[in-house]
Structures are given as structure tokens and as C-alpha cells.
């Protein structure tokens, strides 16, 4: 395990040096800091030097330091349990604890804000210090702390942010360690404002097309429901109370006997729902499983092909990023990977990388999928055979444009949707609930003629 030399500062201000073991430094970061030490200098120590090192140590003085660093990391332990403390009383008392996820919003102004520091000609250490002070969100303001202690003991900051996978976006990790690789961070911080505008403005325009109507759906199976419960036993009662002696039609009868049944057992309802929720989310945790419903999600008519087409254009945004800071075709398709989970897409993407290096291809799996735009895909085949990086370029810009008119064809053919599962639901209502009460309505009207 090797070994690294540090100098610190303890929250009283103290600078302490020492000699610790860790795997990397990424561990001795971590170490330091639960041990309430800000790092200042982190080195790793040759072997020779470290046989030479230890000679040279002042045991006195080394066990002065243990000593702090163990009384940093009792007063640590005691700090974090206050916080524990006072956050369970909050939730007691109803108080909102402020430790949510940062939203994406909260990112986008975070990287306007660390654009205009390097622009302004800020070191990054001074650019995360400022970051932490302006930061209100809790969670993002712990995590520009840890990515800040990192920078500071050497590491780079898309080395810190890829540990917060969940915060940040892997495409937007991708511009910020183009931007540091290349010595143009404010740049790429500029490219990453725009990617995070895109992505929320994107959001926002599915979101406004999808909720009203899945808010609609709700609704109405809670009122199919609702009626299915309580308004179909009713009817009964209306026979009896009208002295009718006819029996039900046999669909009401259906509905009525499907709806005795469900308040019978409703536990084995329950449990029904609950085996098939497992059942298929055990389906999703195998490889077969995810591919396979990564597959329809990409082969679903009209929303599918929004679906791959917002998938593609991160793709292919992240692989001209990477072919732009002199990556090869093999290694931009393997960088750019990490921007979907989609395991359909994915395998596409593994086979074009497997043809490539058997001397084909890497377009032809992508043509061979029916989904994909045909467009885009002539406009790569000609990219490789003249400026890949200036054709690629136009074929994220195309399919952009695919984007936008996905999004026009969903809004034109989701009312058509709403309006055939509406009427399903009308036709339902009428031959249950409708015609068994016209059928009592008419009859005492012509007991009431006789």
C-alpha cells in the first residue's frame, strides 16, 4: 500500500504534517477529512524515500499528531451525531430538512457561475471556494466541498464530479475533462451551460406534452374503479327498490360480480398486483430482461422514436466532443458510452466497436436497426469517407430537428389516444350503468301509462 506525505489544517487553524498509508489518494482524501483535516499538500512518496522518512521521524511529534487526529475524529463523530440528532427532531416536528438532490436548474447555475469565474481568470481552487460560499442547496454544497478538497490534494475536477454520477450528467463530465485535458475549461464550462439549457428546456416541453394526459388516464381509471366499486352495487338496489323483476344485463351482472368479488378479496388482488410488480422487476434485473424492455421503449411508435432520438443525440454529441480532442473512432465510441444506460442502444454501439476492429464498419449495426434515421445515417457514411468531425456535427444538428418534430408528432396524436381511451371508457359506462337505468326509467313509465 503505498504512502503519502500530507500538510493539512485543523479547523483551529493549525497546520499539521504527516505520513499516511492509503490506497490511493483518493482514500487519504477521505481519511483526511473525516478526520476533520482540510488538506493543503498531498504527495505520494517514493519507496526509497519512505525507509528514510520513518528514520527521520520524530516519534514525539508523530504521536502528537495521532493524538489531534484522533480527537478531530472524535469531535467529528460527536458533530455528526448532533446533526443526526437535530435532524430527527426536525422531521419530528414537521420541519423541512433542506438536503434534497440539486436539480438540474441548480447545475445550470452553478456552471454559469464557475464560466464566469474562469472567465474572469480564476484558478479552480479559487472558483470552487467561490462556488461553496454562493451555493444554497445542501447537497450541492457538500458536493462542491468534497470535489474542492479533492482539487486541492491534486485530483482534477471531472475526476471528483464522476463520483457524483447522480448530480452531474455524464455527457456534461465529458465537456469539463475535454476542457481541462485541452487547457480551455472555460469553453467547455460554456458548452456545458448550453447542454444543461437544452436538456431542462427539453424536459419541460415532454413534461407539458406527458403529465396533463397521464394525469387524465389516472383520473379516469380511478373513476372506472370507483364506479366498478360502489356505483355498479347500486343498481341492484334500484331494481329492488322499483319492484323490477327482470334480472341485470349480463354485462352489469359481469361488473357486479367482478366488483363482490374484488371487496371479498381484495387481499388476493393485492397480493396479485404485488407478485406481478416483483415478478417484473426481477425480469428488469437480468440482462435479458433490461434489453428487452430497453428495446420496446426504443421501438414504441411515436414515443419510441423520441425516445432513440434524444438518446442519439446525446450519443453523438458526447462522440464529436471526444473525436474533437483527438480520440479515435474505437476509443470516441467506447468515452461516449457512458452517456445512455440503454442496453439496446448500447449493443449497438458494441457491435459497430466489434466491426470496426474486425475491419468493418461501425455504422452498419446502427443501419441495420430500422429505427434509426436514415438520413442520419447516410450523412456518417459520407463523414467517413470525407471530415467525420464536420459531418457529425450536422448530423447532431439534424437530429435535433428529428427531436423537435418527434415532439410535434406526439402532441398531434396524443389527443387522438385520449379520445379512443375516453370513448372505451363511455361504451363501458353506457352498456353497465346506463342501460340497466334507462331499462328501469322506461319500464315505470310504462307501468305508469297502464
Known amino acids: 500500500m503505498p504512502e503519502y506525505k500530507y500538510r493539512g489544517m485543523l479547523r483551529n487553524g493549525k497546520i499539521v504534517r504527516g505520513v499516511m498509508m492509503a490506497k490511493n489518494r483518493h482514500s487519504l482524501l477521505k481519511s483526511l477529512k473525516d478526520s476533520r483535516i482540510q488538506p493543503i499538500e498531498v504527495k505520494a512518496m517514493r519507496e526509497k524515500l519512505i525507509s528514510e522518512s520513518k528514520k527521520k521521524i520524530d516519534h514525539s511529534k508523530l504521536d502528537k499528531i495521532q493524538k489531534d487526529l484522533e480527537k478531530q475524529r472524535i469531535a467529528g463523530i460527536k458533530r455528526k451525531a448532533e446533526i443526526s440528532q437535530k435532524q430527527s427532531t426536525a422531521s419530528k416536528l414537521g420541519l423541512e430538512i433542506n438536503l434534497q438532490m440539486p436539480k438540474p436548474k441548480d447545475i445550470l447555475v452553478m456552471t454559469n457561475s464557475m ?13 470552487l471556494e467561490s462556488l461553496y ?36 450528467p455524464p455527457l456534461y463530465i465529458n465537456f469539463i475533462r475535454v476542457g481541462e485535458n485541452s487547457g480551455s475549461l472555460d469553453m467547455a464550462l460554456l458548452h456545458a451551460r448550453d447542454f444543461m439549457e437544452s436538456e431542462i428546456n ?8 406527458l403529465l396533463p394526459k397521464v394525469l387524465m388516464f389516472v383520473g379516469i ?30 354485462a352489469t351482472m359481469w361488473a357486479l360480480n367482478l366488483s363482490k368479488a374484488i371487496v371479498k378479496y381484495w387481499y388476493i388482488v393485492v397480493m396479485l398486483v404485488a407478485a406481478i410488480y416483483a415478478i417484473f422487476k426481477v425480469y428488469l434485473s437480468t440482462s435479458i430482461g433490461r434489453y428487452e424492455w430497453d428495446k420496446m421503449k426504443i421501438k414504441l411508435p411515436v414515443i419510441g422514436t423520441l425516445n432513440l432520438n434524444i438518446i442519439a ?37 458494441e457491435t459497430g466497436k466489434n466491426q470496426l476492429q474486425a475491419g468493418g464498419s461501425w455504422i452498419d449495426p446502427f ?75 322506461m319500464g315505470g313509465f310504462l307501468m305508469e301509462g297502464m
Not at 427539453?202 to 406534452?209: E, N, R, V, Y
Open 115 to 127: 464560466y464566469v469565474l474562469k472567465k474572469a481568470k480564476f484558478n479552480n481552487i479559487a472558483t
Open 133 to 168: 460560499n454562493s451555493t444554497q442547496n445542501k447537497k450541492l454544497k457538500e458536493t462542491i466541498e468534497n470535489i474542492l478538497i479533492g482539487v486541492e490534494g491534486g485530483a482534477s475536477i471531472h475526476e471528483m464530479m464522476a463520483q457524483y454520477p447522480k448530480i452531474f
Open 202 to 209: 427539453l424536459k419541460k416541453q415532454i413534461k407539458g406534452i
Open 221 to 250: 381509471w380511478i373513476a372506472m374503479i370507483a364506479a366498478l366499486l360502489y356505483g355498479v352495487p347500486l343498481i341492484q338496489n334500484v331494481y329492488d327498490m322499483f319492484g323490477v323483476q327482470k334480472e341485470l344485463p349480463a
Open 313 to 349: 443525440s446525446k450519443f453523438f454529441k458526447a462522440m464529436l466532443l471526444n473525436l474533437r480532442n483527438g480520440q479515435r473512432i474505437q476509443e470516441s465510441l467506447e468515452s461516449a458510452k457512458s452517456v445512455t444506460t440503454n442496453y439496446y442502444f448500447l449493443s449497438l454501439v
Open 367 to 441: 443501419e441495420a436497426d430500422k429505427a434509426f434515421p436514415v438520413m442520419a445515417i447516410e450523412m456518417l457514411k459520407i463523414g467517413m469517407q470525407s471530415d467525420l468531425v464536420e459531418m457529425m456535427d450536422k448530423v447532431e444538428e439534424y437530429i435535433r430537428q428529428e427531436i423537435d418534430e418527434s415532439i410535434q408528432r406526439t402532441i398531434k396524436v396524443l389527443p387522438d389516444v385520449t379520445y379512443v381511451f375516453v370513448g372505451i371508457v363511455l361504451i363501458f359506462f353506457v352498456i353497465v350503468v346506463m342501460v340497466p337505468l334507462m331499462d328501469v326509467y
